[in-house]
């Protein structure tokens, strides 16, 4: 193996070998966080080894209140036709009611198959989503909207009845609304379609009271299991002797 030639002198060292560098030394000082320390439950969980302490879950409420959707109250309103009677204006209420207790929640609409064409024909003039309830469509032929909308309902499963949002069943309540409120005024060319209206609103009443019930009796057995998972101190206990 080669020898290296040594270095070459300095003069400004008086012919000295240049003193090597030393290599930077790293901090290995400790980085402590400025934040407050974290309390210890360590002592808390070593308390409940051995007690079978089941920690409650939060209870989830069915109708907690959720933020209301920008186009319930316009439909809320113009639904709620007080010159349609008690029976209309309490489906309307428990339609409501029942929206409220599921959130407004965004499902698929009700089937597009057999819609009557008014509700498309209203729908496609919305701006932004929203409908313009000041210009509804004119019913000329009451008894004709009636016999669409009473087939339309016809091929609803029982899933449909339940649908809320949007696409919901506040289109079948607003076609009503419209059904309804013409069939207020008599025509001489036109039959009489009140009595169908009125056995399909009492039909609804009927659905959104099982509705409505289902609800109630999810509510009660989410309190019922909330309130069975109370602690309870299951260690057996060591009976007296006497002594």
């Known amino acids: 193996m080669p020898t290296l030639p040594p270095p070459p002198l300095d003069a400004s060292t008086n012919g000295t070998l240049p003193t090597p560098t030393p290599p930077p030394t790293e901090n290995y000082t400790i980085r402590r966080s400025s934040r407050a320390p974290i309390p210890s439950t360590r002592l808390e969980r070593q308390n409940e ?66 819609r009557p064409e008014e509700w498309q024909k209203w729908t ?28 339309w309902v016809s091929s609803f499963d029982s899933t449909d009845f339940g649908k809320t949002g949007l696409l919901g069943m506040v289109a079948l309540l607003t076609l009503m609304v419209w059904w309804g409120t013409a069939a207020l005024v008599p025509s001489s060319w036109n039959s009489d379609s009140h009595p169908q209206w009125q056995e399909l609103v009492r039909d609804l009443s009927n659905r959104y009271d099982t509705l409505l019930n289902e609800v109630s009796v999810l509510k009660r057995s989410q309190d019922n299991d909330y309130s069975d998972e109370a602690p309870e101190d299951k260690c057996p206990r060591m009976e007296s002797d006497g002594l």
Not at 71 to 87: C, E, V
Not at 131 to 139: A, D, F, G, K, L
């Open 49 to 114: 080894i051995g007690t079978n302490i089941i920690p409650p879950r939060p209870l989830v409420d069915v109708t907690s209140v959720v933020e209301e959707p920008a186009w319930f109250a316009p439909a809320y309103d113009h639904l709620k036709n007080n010159a349609l009677g008690t029976i209309w204006t309490d489906l309307v209420e428990k339609w409501a009611e029942y929206e409220r207790a599921k959130g407004w929640k965004f499902v698929k609409g009700l089937p597009a198959k057999g």
């Open 124 to 151: 496609s003039k919305a701006r932004w989503g929203a409908c313009n309830y000041t210009r509804v469509p004119n019913i000329e032929d009451v008894a004709d909207l009636g016999i669409a909308v009473t087939k």
